[in-house]
T-cell receptor, first 114, second 112 residues
Framework: DADVTQTPRNRITKTGKRIMLECSQT?????MYWYRQDPGLGLRLIYY???????NKGEISDGYSVSRQAQAKFSLSLESAIPNQTALYFC?????????????FGSGTRLTVV | GENVEQHPSTLSVQEGDSAVIKCTYS??????FPWYKQELGKRPQLIID?????GEKKDQRIAVTLNKTAKHFSLHITETQPEDSAVYFC???????????FGRGTSLIVHP
């Protein structure tokens, strides 16, 4: 199921480096999201975008930035990576027609900052 | 904002037993409650959902119940099988925001 594709799948980077995680989708959804998953903490929202010109901070946006290059593409950047950003990152999309709020998640990017 | 509490954090059952995962929410405006299943190493996937105008919904061995007055909803899995082993997340969404608030997840382990 490649309708929401994340790259890379795994990445190890050094403290202080800039890194970009990419997400592309073929669902045709306007709404895209970035979450991080940490054991015992569930899924926490980093940023979200309801269309190409719309960018919103989530509950844990500090240290992250995003770019919505097109309806189908939403990138997450860590400007200067730190070890506590080690986590599993998920991109998700949703259909915002008011009836179907269900998310489609990408396969995730496992990021390790050393 | 919305706050979703999920219990238990870990649930261990024998194959064939039933499993129940409970969530409570705080925002009375929330009107959509999806449940996601995340198998080990995989993405979360929507397995069932319920809207605030419905009290119960079933899909084969899984069901979800909603009590709007008490602001809680539950996932019920009957006749559990080893392939039901996964982390389950509940979420609550207000119709105005479209942004779900997730519970912290329940790790369900089904022993053969």
């Amino acid at each position: 199921d490649a309708d929401v594709t994340q790259t890379p799948r795994n990445r190890i980077t050094k403290t202080g480096k800039r890194i970009m995680l990419e997400c592309s989708q073929t669902k045709g959804h306007d709404r895209m999201y970035w979450y991080r998953q940490d054991p015992g903490l569930g899924l926490r929202l980093i940023y979200y975008s309801f269309d190409v010109k719309d960018i919103n901070k989530g509950e844990i946006s500090d240290g992250y930035s995003v770019s919505r290059q097109a309806q189908a593409k939403f990138s997450l950047s860590l400007e200067s990576a730190i070890p506590n950003q080690t986590a599993l990152y998920f991109c998700a999309t949703s259909d915002g027609d008011g009836y179907n709020y269900g998310y489609t998640f990408g396969s995730g990017t496992r990021l390790t900052v050393v | 904002g919305e706050n979703v509490e999920q219990h238990p954090s870990t649930l261990s059952v024998q194959e064939g037993d039933s499993a129940v995962i409970k969530c409570t929410y705080s925002d009375s405006a929330s009107n959509y409650f999806p449940w996601y299943k995340q198998e080990l190493g995989k993405r979360p996937q929507l397995i069932i959902d319920i809207r605030s105008n419905v009290g119960e919904k079933k899909d084969q061995r899984i069901a979800v119940t909603l009590n709007k007055t008490a602001k809680h909803f539950s996932l019920h899995i009957t006749e559990t099988q080893p392939e039901d082993s996964a982390v389950y997340f509940c979420a609550a969404i207000s119709g105005g925001s479209y942004i779900p608030t997730f519970g912290r997840g329940t790790s369900l382990i089904v022993h053969p």
